[in-house]
Each structure stands twice: as C-alpha cells, then as structure tokens.
C-alpha cells in the first residue's frame, strides 16, 4: 500500500512540475506573439493558463480523493493541507474552470462565425482591451 501511495506522489509532482511548465510557456509564447491576426484572443488563452496555474496549485496542495461510505459520497484532502476550507476551495477553483471554457468556446463561434462581428458584437468585446 505504501508502494502505491509513493507511485502516486510522484506522479502528482511530475505532473504538477509538467503543467507548470507547460503553462508558463503557453504564457511566454501568448504574450510574445507580436502576430495582429491572434488579437484580444490572447487574453483569453492567458486567463485560462493563469487559471490552470491556480488549479495545479490547488490540487497538489489539497490532493482531494472522493471517497464513498455506503450511499454518502465524501470529498477529502489527503495532500499538505487536508482542513475542510481546502476542499472547499479546491472545489470552487474546479468549478471556476468551466466557465472559462463556456466563454472560450462561445468566443471562438463567434469569431468564427461572424468574423465582421468582432467590433460590434459586445461579447466578443468583453474579452477585449485596446489593443
């Protein structure tokens, strides 16, 4: 049992230290691209690597495991910091994501779709700055 509790730490930190990685450098390459054509979209792209930054965070600190006891269903945190108030922000940083994926999808329809509208159009101009 101590076997697999050691396989699974080490996963956890080599997958946190990847998305770290991986995130930072999707931030680099975003910010860096003097490219006109990726515009305002490379708000979004960076809000949600920034976003996945926090939930790595969150997840390596709390590492919540679901946990079933007869019919009743138990989130806890088995990581460094295992208080409730951790669960409980790991859950609000797990559902903040979807969000951001609802509006990066409905962003790229729109940009698609209406490619004119992108001026005029308010919900693409929420994801906008002066650009």
Request: aromatic content about 20%.
């Amino acid at each position: 049992s101590s076997f697999f509790k050691e396989i699974a730490f080490i996963s956890q930190v080599v997958i946190t230290i990847l998305a770290y990685i991986f995130n930072f450098i999707l931030i680099f390459i975003v910010q860096t691209n003097t490219r006109k054509d990726i515009g305002t979209y490379r708000i979004l792209i960076t809000y949600f690597a920034v976003s996945d930054l926090y939930y790595n965070s969150m997840h390596f600190v709390v590492y919540p495991i679901p946990e079933m006891y007869g019919n009743s269903f138990v989130m806890r945190g088995h990581g460094w910091y295992t208080e409730l108030l951790g669960v409980a922000l790991y859950c609000g940083v797990y559902g903040h994501a979807f969000p951001i994926i609802i509006f990066h999808f409905v962003y790229r329809f729109m940009a698609i779709k209406y490619r004119n509208c992108s001026k005029q159009c308010t919900l693409v101009r929420l994801c906008s700055t002066n650009q």
